[in-house]
Nanobody
Framework: QVQLVESGGGLVQAGGSLRLSCAAS????????MGWFRQAPGKEREFVAT????????YYTDSVKGRFTISRDNAKNTAYLQMNSLKPEDTAVYYC?????????????????WGQGTQVTVSS
């Protein structure tokens, strides 16, 4: 089983930046992609971005394109989410998740291991 630990959340003013990290341990070879999701109070969990370990290709939801960048360090088994030009509507708990599927998916059902979440708060 893969274990995931997120870090890097916090409080930032609108227009600021944060970088989230997600360190994977355990049976990391079973993971083919790492995704980031977020859940704001009273809302459903939504897809943010995902990256394939092998290719490094990233995929984003439209609302974060051009502002967020997903990356990975295979040697460290760590994925990152660089968030720039943050907006108050980006406020949420951010979760990283691992997928063993052989194709890219934005569905939370495609991810079988989840981290504990890290709070990101953007003040106006």
């Amino acid at each position: 089983q893969v274990q995931l630990v997120e870090s890097g959340g916090g409080l930032v003013q609108a227009g600021g930046s944060l970088r989230l990290s997600c360190a994977a341990s355990g049976r990391t070879f079973s993971s083919r992609a790492m995704g980031w999701f977020r859940q704001a109070p009273g809302k459903e969990r939504e897809f943010v971005a995902t990256i394939r370990w092998s290719s490094g290709n990233g995929y984003y939801t439209d609302s974060v394109k051009g502002r967020f960048t997903i990356s990975r360090d295979n040697a460290k088994n760590t994925a990152y989410l660089q968030m720039n030009s943050l907006k108050p509507e980006d406020t949420a708990v951010y979760y990283c998740a691992a997928s063993g599927l052989g194709y890219v998916t934005q569905s939370a059902n495609g991810y079988n291991v989840w981290g504990q979440g890290t709070q990101v708060t953007v003040s106006s």
